[in-house]
């Protein structure tokens, strides 16, 4: 609690030890004064109403008649009028204010602490960057840093801006970004991503980019602007709250005119002013939507911030709304459910082992700069020496022919062993096949393909369970979607899709969902921009470090594991459960207050819990949105 | 949606202000001033996204932004 809420909560102390105090001595001990009984009521009513008495005059002389500091004052006034009047009763008058100091106390705190809370999540704004000057090492603002220049990332530190590594090795904390709490290694040659922290070896970093144009500064863009989308139920709460005070206010006033009147001329009854007074005085504690108006932002908010803490990125409130409606999940193949990486996946019939068969494809290789070259030397694993290798004649779209260590290796495809009159070996697993022949004969094939993802599997799995219908697009071939396709269990696949083709079925699905369903399309941001605007959310995958894709999505998955797609689905759908049942709380407790109270069923003590209490309750509720670890 | 092009200039504030009612009036008290088209204050993270019209001076319009809000509640900063 600040400076200020400490000295409410005193008043408010203050206010019902001398009010409690007050309402249990024994009436003899005002001697019969009924001025003398009034006077503690009367300390503790100015310790706790002065502040909303002035603030009401204030506002009403600026023309503000809905002000709910006035609509208070008045109905608290109204009670110790009633009191003033008739039984001596001030505690319903006091207990008015009272509990509405309460509410904006407990209003302010959770709303500071949820605020806290966020901004703890969100921790990763570097506050300096280390750059050596003369030998030493000086801290500068990281907004002064050129592209380009060397920063020195000690220990402990954030790295202030994205770069490549130059010098060092290091493990890297990026749970704040991607919620992974694996550490990631790093070692010269590697990109490395701002907002991560460094744990254990002193980094020399390379920046590629500004602070401003960096991956921190864009994520934290992006959590600042995220609440301001506002979604459906915001805007549905924005018009209730304009005209909801309004009504209750003139149906209050209507109350306590209309039937004490109706009853004096019409059914030739006492009027019972007070009777109707008091009920109006009701109306006018009810009148205020500050649960609704409060709880259902502060549910949002709360939501992407713990869905931030995951690697989740969602850029607004709109979105967390669509995605709790999700229905279809449109995949794209690459990136998103494989790794889009090649890989050695198999070495098949060599005649030699299957290491010097590596070794030596890899050799043969070494020249070219092909991504299947490169998945060879990562699958080798060892320090190349080129000195083995010699005469290498490229082939093009065939292979290539070399000497390694005096034999004849030639590496390629089935056109390039046909040529050289060697009969190959077919594969029946999916992929790119490399054959191998050794001094003209047939040595076995090595095979080349994109791996699917380790969680891919169970990410399907999951989201058919919770009835969403999984959909993969890909620009490969039929055979190799097909069979990816069959190994997760989706059943809609489309295969050798340009671009556009992918734009083409985003939409076609869009046409054929039923009212309030919604279509995603996953990707992973690279070239699917066109996509993920056609999509109702495009969720990009994998955006850690790209910020072409943290732009074009909806939704951003800072690491690349698919499990994260349903778990953003249902943080959102854990959220529009807690929004709906405040939404459905809130007014219904209200309505059944002011028809209770409209019909004389109900007392102020039940109006100021249908203010206060549920005002609290319903911010109680809104937090839950906070905790979505284990959703 | 694609705010912050060139054509239409588009600028965050922060803001303070200390309640979520309040936080709505501001935000029809500023849509309603001269030169803004349209904006949006979000009472979580205190700030207010203002989009200026055509060819606004904004520091002019913050000006009328301001004492607009301040009909509403006069407690309430917003930092230009």
Same mark, same amino acid.
């Given at each position: 609690?600040?400076?200020?809420?400490?000295?409410?909560?005193?008043?408010?102390?203050?206010?019902?030890?001398?009010?409690?105090?007050?309402?249990?001595?024994?009436?003899?001990?005002?001697?019969?004064?009924?001025?003398?009984?009034?006077?503690?009521?009367?300390?503790?009513?100015?310790?706790?109403?002065?502040?909303?008495?002035?603030?009401?005059?204030?506002?009403?002389?600026?023309?503000?008649?809905?002000?709910?500091?006035?609509?208070?004052?008045?109905?608290?006034?109204?009670?110790?009028?009633?009191?003033?009047?008739?039984?001596?009763?001030?505690?319903?008058?006091?207990?008015?204010?009272?509990?509405?100091?309460?509410?904006?106390?407990?209003?302010?705190?959770?709303?500071?602490?949820?605020?806290?809370?966020?901004?703890?999540?969100?921790?990763?704004?570097?506050?300096?960057?280390?750059?050596?000057?003369?030998?030493?090492?000086?801290?500068?603002?990281?907004?002064?840093?050129?592209?380009?220049?060397?920063?020195?990332?000690?220990?402990?530190?954030?790295?202030?801006?994205?770069?490549?590594?130059?010098?060092?090795?290091?493990?890297?904390?990026?749970?704040?970004?991607?919620?992974?709490?694996?550490?990631?290694?790093?070692?010269?040659?590697?990109?490395?991503?701002?907002?991560?922290?460094?744990?254990?070896?002193?980094?020399?970093?390379?920046?590629?980019?500004?602070?401003?144009?960096?991956?921190?500064? #864009?994520? !934290? *863009?992006?959590?600042?602007? $995220?609440? +301001?989308?506002? @979604?459906?139920?915001?805007?549905?709460?924005?018009?209730? =709250?304009?005209?909801?005070?309004?009504?209750?206010?003139?149906?209050?006033?209507?109350?306590?005119?209309?039937?004490?009147?109706?009853?004096?001329?019409?059914?030739?009854?006492?009027?019972?002013?007070?009777?109707?007074?008091?009920?109006?005085?009701?109306?006018?504690?009810?009148?205020?939507?500050?649960?609704?108006?409060?709880?259902?932002?502060?549910?949002?908010?709360?939501?992407?911030?713990?869905?931030?803490?995951?690697?989740?990125?969602?850029?607004?409130?709109?979105?967390?709304?669509?995605?709790?409606?999700?229905?279809?999940?449109?995949?794209?193949?690459?990136?998103?459910?494989?790794?889009?990486?090649?890989?050695?996946?198999?070495?098949?019939?060599?005649?030699?082992?299957?290491? #010097?068969? !590596? *070794?030596?494809?890899?050799? $043969?290789? +070494?020249?070219? @700069?092909?991504?299947?070259?490169?998945?060879?030397?990562? =699958?080798?694993?060892?320090?190349?020496?080129?000195?083995?290798?010699?005469?290498?004649?490229?082939?093009?779209?065939?292979?290539?022919?070399?000497?390694?260590?005096?034999?004849?290796?030639?590496?390629?495809?089935?056109?390039?062993?046909?040529?050289?009159?060697?009969?190959?070996?077919?594969?029946?697993?999916?992929?790119?096949?490399?054959?191998?022949?050794?001094?003209?004969?047939?040595?076995?094939?090595?095979?080349?393909?994109?791996?699917?993802?380790?969680?891919?599997?169970?990410?399907?799995?999951?989201?058919?369970?919770?009835?969403?219908?999984?959909?993969?697009?890909?620009?490969?071939?039929?055979?190799?979607?097909?069979?990816?396709?069959?190994?997760?269990?989706?059943?809609?696949?489309?295969?050798?899709?340009?671009?556009?083709?992918?734009?083409?079925?985003?939409?076609?699905?869009?046409?054929?969902?039923?009212?309030?369903?919604?279509?995603?399309?996953?990707?992973d941001g690279i070239n699917d921009a066109p996509v993920l605007s056609v999509a109702d959310v495009g969720v990009a995958m994998g955006a850690m470090g790209?910020?072409?894709?943290?732009?074009?999505?909806?939704?951003?998955?800072?690491?690349?594991?698919?499990?994260?797609?349903?778990?953003?689905i249902r943080i959102s759908k854990k959220c529009m459960t807690i929004v709906k049942e405040n939404i459905v709380f809130a007014i219904g407790i209200k309505?059944?207050?002011?028809?209770?109270?409209?019909?004389?069923?109900?007392?102020?003590?039940?109006?100021?819990?249908?203010?206060?209490?549920?005002?609290?309750?319903?911010?109680?509720?809104?937090?839950?949105?906070?905790?979505?670890?284990?959703? | 949606?694609?705010?912050?092009?060139?054509?239409?200039?588009?600028?965050?504030?922060?803001?303070?202000?200390?309640?979520?009612?309040?936080?709505?009036?501001?935000?029809?008290?500023?849509?309603?001033?001269?030169?803004?088209?349209?904006?949006?204050?979000?009472?979580?993270?205190?700030?207010?996204?203002?989009?200026?019209?055509?060819?606004?001076?904004?520091?002019?319009?913050?000006?009328?932004?301001?004492?607009?809000?301040?009909?509403?509640?006069?407690?309430?900063?917003?930092?230009?």
């Open positions: 609690m600040n400076e200020e809420q400490k000295k409410m909560a005193v008043r408010i102390a203050v206010t019902a030890v001398i009010t409690i105090v007050a309402s249990v001595l024994p009436d003899s001990v005002y001697g019969g004064s009924r001025l003398l009984h009034m006077l503690p009521y009367l300390v503790a009513y100015v310790i706790i109403a002065h502040d909303v008495f002035l603030d009401a005059l204030r506002n009403i002389s600026r023309g503000q008649v809905f002000d709910e500091n006035f609509l208070m004052a008045f109905a608290s006034l109204g009670a110790f009028g009633l009191g003033v009047m008739k039984d001596a009763e001030y505690t319903e008058a006091i207990a008015v204010v009272l509990f509405y100091q309460v509410g904006e106390l407990f209003e302010d705190y959770a709303v500071d602490k949820s605020r806290r809370n966020i901004s703890e999540l969100m921790d990763i704004r570097p506050d300096y960057a280390n750059i050596e000057r003369d030998g030493k090492i000086v801290k500068v603002a990281p907004d002064d840093v050129a592209v380009g220049s060397e920063i020195i990332v000690q220990p402990g530190e954030k790295i202030p801006i994205d770069g490549v590594v130059l010098d060092g090795n290091s493990s890297l904390n990026t749970v704040a970004l991607t919620g992974e709490s694996l550490p990631r290694d790093v070692a010269p040659g590697s990109e490395v991503i701002s907002g991560c922290i460094n744990m254990t070896g002193i980094l020399r970093i390379k920046t590629t980019k500004e602070f401003g144009e960096s991956t921190v500064t #864009k994520i !934290l *863009e992006l959590v600042e602007d $995220a609440s +301001s989308r506002k @979604s459906e139920s915001e805007h549905f709460i924005s018009k209730f =709250a304009r005209y909801y005070t309004p009504i209750v206010c003139f149906s209050a006033l209507a109350l306590a005119v209309i039937p004490p009147i109706v009853r004096m001329t019409v059914l030739n009854l006492a009027p019972e002013w007070s009777n109707w007074f008091y009920r109006a005085l009701i109306f006018l504690v009810i009148s205020c939507p500050c649960a609704l108006v409060l709880s259902v932002p502060l549910t949002f908010f709360a939501g992407i911030g713990g869905a931030g803490r995951q690697g989740i990125l969602i850029k607004g409130s709109n979105f967390m709304e669509t995605l709790a409606d999700a229905r279809y999940v449109i995949m794209d193949k690459t990136g998103t459910l494989t790794k889009g990486v090649f890989e050695v996946t198999g070495v098949h019939h060599s005649k030699i082992s299957n290491e #010097k068969l !590596l *070794e030596y494809a890899a050799l $043969a290789e +070494s020249a070219s @700069s092909h991504p299947i070259s490169k998945s060879l030397q990562k =699958a080798h694993g060892k320090e190349l020496n080129r000195g083995r290798v010699t005469d290498v004649q490229e082939k093009s779209g065939r292979g290539v022919i070399a000497k390694v260590d005096g034999h004849t290796v030639a590496a390629g495809n089935d056109k390039l062993m046909s040529e050289l009159g060697i009969a190959c070996i077919p594969c029946h697993q999916v992929g790119t096949l490399v054959h191998m022949a050794i001094d003209g004969e047939y040595a076995g094939h090595i095979l080349i393909s994109d791996v699917v993802k380790d969680t891919s599997k169970e990410a399907v799995k999951e989201m058919q369970d919770n009835g969403i219908d999984c959909v993969m697009l890909t620009g490969d071939g039929h055979k190799t979607a097909e069979d990816i396709a069959k190994r997760l269990g989706i059943s809609k696949v489309y295969s050798e899709l340009l671009p556009e083709d992918k734009v083409k079925k985003v939409e076609e699905v869009i046409k054929s969902k039923r009212g309030k369903e919604k279509v995603l399309f996953v990707g790209s910020d072409a894709a943290i732009e074009a999505a909806d939704v951003v998955l800072m690491d690349d594991d698919p499990l994260k797609i349903d778990k953003a309505a059944i207050c002011l028809v209770l109270g409209a019909l004389g069923l109900a007392n102020i003590w039940m109006a100021i819990f249908a203010d206060t209490g549920v005002l609290i309750l319903a911010v109680l509720n809104a937090m839950r949105a906070l905790f979505v670890a284990n959703v | 949606m694609l705010i912050g092009g060139n054509a239409m200039k588009t600028q965050r504030y922060k803001i303070d202000v200390d309640c979520a009612v309040c936080a709505e009036k501001m935000e029809e008290a500023a849509k309603r001033t001269a030169g803004v088209d349209d904006a949006v204050v979000n009472f979580m993270m205190l700030n207010m996204k203002v989009k200026f019209a055509d060819g606004a001076d904004t520091r002019e319009v913050m000006d009328r932004v301001l004492e607009n809000c301040r009909k509403i509640d006069e407690d309430c900063k917003i930092y230009f």
